[in-house]
């Protein structure tokens, strides 16, 4: 069977199966769109979970991140991986027994106050838009690819099937489609990088081929790798860190903090039926995770060194030199892959030196010893450009995979783009319809009118994000980045002093919420545009790129978290306390009763 024929099957049939069983587990009340019942095991709470915090980002992206930083594309692992474990540890327990459908309506009852529940929207509407950007980038990849269309139309094809499986089936629905989906992308994932590793080390287990020496030479991949990359002008793979160390540090901290804010995730956590149970889906969820966390190194490692042997072949396998006269591939030659990929505009060549071969090197380099070695080779720049985002979906190809297995990847970054997706769309819907528009403006709206307005802001969302991914602010994990530091800047802080603060008062939780997504959104505005739209910028204004001590927009979260937390008890020490009765509701939270079921709990 033909490629082309083999992805439409196997996309078409994961299609069918996700608006199937959202179909079959529709919600019939607001309960059942909310939070799906408050019923779910908590292993397939833990599966959905995984599939919900597993987006685009970490399927598609984050192994190309990591295969163009090397070490540094590490953070990505251990932000988004720690800050799971702190939400599992210190927020979702507690949040499960305010026993509230939302993050806004647990800081409007925690505060006092429906202002901080419509700030506290604010920031969540903020955060999950930027997201849900990152997702459509991912969506439009993946299916520019595998449709054999531009990324545009691909974007558009994505809002539709999203569109059709959230609305459907609220909570309810999307919890079981998740299940299916970490199934699909799990399999897509891991199966290649079996198949790889074999290749390239002789072993089948990711993890441990990433420390092998490669079949039939005496050097391990990583050893091989430095090697190459050095010698190709760029950073050493196993130790290049993004920026300064103090930049790669916030980075990770924005991205944790930013983790355990993100409201898509949280929300996960009441639909188990008790407290008990929401500790325990955490831990399905992060064994879950851990197998693609694990696995993403040794993805990244394997598809770097592939890509690299493809461009110039007897330089991985140790037979030539790289800047050696026939060491680079003829464009003529090149791979089908290469010749599939260049239609979505996401690998491109430029032959700059009209000698038909394609040179792949950073003529960025420092090293002048590279660049006197390109200058006599007749090198007059690096002539492919390859988007971080085609990674893992290309790696199959690269190495040569059967149709099945391609085909397979294809489901897989849809099915992660789409889940996490659908689970953000799912925070956006419940805060408009259950948060601003029942608890705020229309209290006395019926059940059947706040479905209907949590639908129709789902579909308005859809079509904003689907808008702003057509002109991401950079990489699906670069974008995803932004939005966990909105959510750590914003409500990670609001959380933390709702829960383990009994002074904490109204007025500071919303001036630290405000100052936090103030500082955050002016700083990431600076550097990527208003709103994310392009030409907008205004780096003059704040002195250049990163002036606040080197940190890049997408690690700023942390310093927005740290002036949300000063400027929270700033305030509060010079305004009112909390009334006793929430003094009293904030203690008995915190009392140790995990096993006993939430009463009153909606």
């Known amino acids: ?332 030659e090149r791979p089908d892959w290469m010749k599939r990929w260049e239609k979505t505009g996401l690998l491109k060549f430029e032959d700059k030196n009209g000698d038909g071969r394609i040179q792949y090197y950073n003529d960025a380099t420092k090293n002048a010893e590279v660049k006197q070695k390109a200058t006599e080779a007749g090198w007059k720049g690096n002539e492919l450009s390859v988007n971080a985002d085609i990674i893992v979906l290309a790696n199959p190809e690269i190495a040569l995979l059967p149709n099945w297995v391609i085909a397979l990847v294809a489901a897989g970054g849809l099915a992660a783009a789409l889940s996490t997706a659908a689970g953000l769309l799912m925070a956006i819907s419940s805060a408009v319809s259950h948060d601003l528009i029942k608890n705020v403006f229309k209290p006395d709206i019926s059940e059947k009118g706040e479905l209907l307005a949590g639908k129709v802001s789902m579909a308005v969302a859809i079509v904003i994000s689907g808008w702003l991914g057509l002109n991401p602010p950079g990489f699906a994990a670069g974008t995803v980045a932004l939005a966990f530091g909105i959510a750590a800047s914003s409500l990670f802080p609001a959380i933390m002093m709702g829960i383990f603060s009994r002074k904490m008062n109204k007025e500071g939780a919303m001036a630290g919420m405000l100052a936090g997504l103030f500082i955050t959104l002016f700083y990431v505005f600076a550097h990527k545009g208003l709103f994310f739209i392009k030409g907008t910028e205004y780096l003059d204004l704040i002195g250049g790129p990163n002036p606040f001590f080197g940190i890049t927009p997408e690690a700023f979260g942390a310093v927005g978290a740290m002036v949300n937390f000063a400027v929270a008890f700033l305030v509060d020490k010079v305004t009112q306390e909390p009334p006793e009765h929430i003094k009293a509701m904030v203690e008995s939270v915190r009392i140790p009763r995990g096993s006993t079921a939430v009463d009153g709990a909606h």
């Open 1 to 332: 069977m033909e490629l082309q024929t083999t992805i439409y099957l196997v996309v078409g049939l994961s299609f069918a199966l996700y608006i199937g069983i959202a179909f079959w587990a529709r919600a019939g009340s607001t309960s059942e769109f909310y939070v799906a019942g408050g019923g779910v095991h908590p292993v397939t709470n833990g599966m959905a979970t995984a599939a919900d915090w597993m987006s685009a980002a970490s399927f598609i992206s984050m192994a190309g991140l990591i295969s163009n930083m090397g070490y540094g594309g590490g953070l990505f692992l251990m932000g988004w991986t720690g800050g799971y474990v702190l939400l599992a540890m210190l927020l979702a327990p507690y949040l499960r027994k305010f026993g509230k459908f939302t993050v806004p309506q647990f800081i409007g009852d925690r505060f006092y106050s429906k202002s901080a529940s419509t700030v506290a929207v604010l920031c969540l509407l903020t955060a999950s838009i930027t997201y849900i950007i990152g997702q459509m980038t991912g969506v439009g990849v993946a299916f520019s690819r595998f449709l054999g269309v531009s990324s545009e139309v691909g974007i558009y094809v994505g809002m539709g099937i999203v569109f059709l499986y959230a609305v459907f089936g609220g909570m309810k629905g999307i919890t079981y489609t998740q299940v299916a989906q970490y199934v699909v992308l799990i399999l897509a994932y891991t199966i290649p990088a079996i198949f790889i590793s074999l290749q390239l080390t002789g072993v089948p287990i990711p993890q441990l081929g990433l420390g092998s020496n490669l079949v039939g030479q005496d050097i391990s991949l990583l050893a091989k790798l430095d090697q190459v990359v050095t010698d190709l002008g760029f950073g050493k793979y196993t130790t290049s860190v993004p920026g300064s160390t103090l930049n790669m540090f916030m980075y990770t901290l924005s991205l944790m903090i930013g983790t355990a804010g993100l409201p898509h995730v949280i929300v996960r956590f009441f639909t188990v039926p008790k407290v008990k149970d929401a500790r325990s889906s955490a831990g399905w969820a992060l064994v879950f995770i851990a197998i693609l966390y694990t696995t993403a190194p040794a993805v990244a490692a394997m598809a770097k060194t592939n890509l690299i042997r493809t461009v110039t072949p007897g330089v991985v396998m140790g037979n030539s030199g790289v800047f050696d006269q026939d060491a680079a591939i003829k464009y003529e």
